[in-house]
């Protein structure tokens, strides 16, 4: 079956990086991208970005350009997204989610992992 | 950027009861829409692609209309676990867009 795991919760100061990564198993890696979707406390869901994990081209939100870093690594099967200078406002779960091409939805999504960023 | 206004940003129903979500998008983004549930402390789970395609195991009680830059999300007979958060996304163009949400609520 399906299945995207995150790693787990993380607490962070302002300034610093935090990198999340997400383990996918039950599909072919190759075939689907992998969007990063984050949600701050009481928040909706804010699309950050994406990447093509068959030849890693990203695309993402320009309010992230030059914070975010969207990898992979396909000999595991792992995306990671990589958030730096990170500010209390980025407080938030962050999610993983697959899309099978464009224009369809994200049909898994990891469970998610929590960020705080705080001093 | 393509902006999603969702309307009403809360309701309160009863089981049983028909609910009609709208999502309207800044421009035109033809069918490139998905609408999402999420509850409290969970993921999102997807419901419905191309604007109303319905995603394979969801119930035939959600429906999904619309193009350009009106859309709807139809249950036509509310469920004790459909009370949860509504989203739309739209897919057309970078960056993809979320819909600020709707909750839905017992009443």
């Known amino acids: 079956q399906v299945q995207l795991v995150q790693s787990g919760a993380e607490v962070k100061k302002p300034g610093a990086s935090v990198k999340v990564s997400c383990k996918a198993s039950?599909?072919?890696?190759?075939?689907?991208?992998m969007h990063w979707v984050r949600q701050a406390p009481g928040q909706g869901l804010e699309w950050m970005g994406r990447i093509n994990p068959n030849n890693g081209v990203t695309n993402h939100a320009q309010k992230f350009q030059g914070r975010v870093t969207m990898t992979r690594d396909t000999s595991i099967s792992t995306a990671y997204m990589e958030l730096s200078g990170l500010r209390s406002d980025d407080t938030a779960v962050y999610y993983c989610a697959r899309q099978e091409w464009s224009g369809y939805g994200c049909d898994f999504w990891g469970q998610g992992t929590l960020v705080t960023v705080s001093s | 950027d393509i902006q999603l206004t969702q309307s009403p940003s809360f309701l309160s129903a009863s089981v049983g009861d028909r609910v009609t979500i709208t999502c309207r998008a800044s421009q035109g983004i033809s069918s490139y829409l998905a609408w999402y549930q999420q509850k409290p402390g969970k993921a999102p789970k997807f419901l419905i692609y191309a604007a109303s395609t319905l995603q394979s195991g969801v119930p035939s009680r959600f429906s999904g209309s619309g193009s350009g830059t009106e859309f709807t999300l139809t249950i036509s007979s509310l469920q004790p676990e459909d009370f949860a958060t509504y989203y739309c996304q739209q897919l057309n163009s970078y960056p993809f867009t979320f819909g600020p949400g709707t909750k839905v609520d017992i009443k």
């Open positions: 039950g599909y072919t890696f190759t075939a689907y991208y």
